[in-house]
């Protein structure tokens, strides 16, 4: 079935400890995304790719870091983890990043830093 | 600074009609989108609108007044699936997505 997919699907992760989130989509979308969902808060961009080999930083992007070396691929490494990242993590692509194209969004990691 | 606002929660009937508002205060205005989010899952595109006016698609519909910052969901028929977050998120004039923090929508029988 066409898709995001992210792995893993949950974890937990001791402080201090780094930690890469995978997230790799099938239908050819250029432009693909990081977002954050805490209770009580709207999705938070934490970086974005309009096409290969470019990214750029969202909304809350310290302590984050992404890279996109192909079209499908799209990883986001916390390089030293703190407690206050415990969240939900989506990875979400888009045809475009203007006009109607909507964001197909994979089922999330849900992320516990101790 | 932009915001988007959405009422936290609402309890409607099943059978029933409900809208569900949002109104936005944004950098510039390049399009709304509605997500429905079910518990657990990831959002799932339910509408677009750009231009003024009511959007019908089945069930759903969904409004937009950009001069008065402003749209709704209307959701007629409710189903006991249809429980569920809606999130209303508006495309900026740098065309990032400014999201809300959802409307928890609980069905009765």
């Known amino acids: 079935t066409a898709g995001i997919t992210q792995a893993p699907t949950s974890q937990i992760l001791a402080a201090g400890r780094s930690m890469t989130l995978r997230c790799t989509q099938d239908?050819?979308?250029?432009?693909m995304y990081w977002y954050r969902q805490d209770l009580g808060l709207g999705l938070r961009l934490i970086h974005y790719?309009?096409?290969?080999?470019?990214?750029g930083k969202g909304e809350v992007p310290d302590g984050y870091s992404v890279s996109r070396a192909n079209t499908d691929d799209f990883p986001l490494t916390l390089a030293s983890a703190v407690p206050s990242q415990t969240s939900v993590y989506f990875c979400?692509?888009?045809?475009?990043?203007?006009?109607?194209?909507?964001?197909?969004f994979g089922n999330g990691t849900r992320l516990t830093v101790t | 600074g932009q915001n988007i606002d959405q009422p936290t929660e609402m309890t409607a009937t099943e059978g029933a009609i409900v809208q569900i508002n949002c109104t936005y205060q944004?950098?510039?205005?390049?399009?709304l989108f509605w997500y429905q989010q079910h518990a657990g899952e990831a959002p799932t595109f339910l509408s677009y609108?750009?231009l003024d006016g009511l959007e019908e698609k089945g069930r759903f519909s969904s409004f937009l007044s950009r001069s008065k910052g402003y749209s709704y969901l209307l959701l007629k028929e409710l189903q006991m699936k249809d429980s569920a977050s809606y999130l209303c998120?508006?495309?900026?004039?740098?065309?990032?997505?400014?999201w809300g923090a959802g409307t928890k929508l609980i069905i009765k029988p």
């Open positions: 979400a692509s888009s045809d475009g990043r203007t006009g109607n194209s909507p964001l197909h």
């Open positions: 239908m050819r979308h250029n432009a």
């Open positions: 790719s309009n096409t290969a080999g470019t990214t």
């Open positions: 944004t950098s510039g205005f390049n399009g």
């Open positions: 609108n750009v």
């Open positions: 998120a508006v495309r900026d004039s740098n065309y990032q997505l400014i």
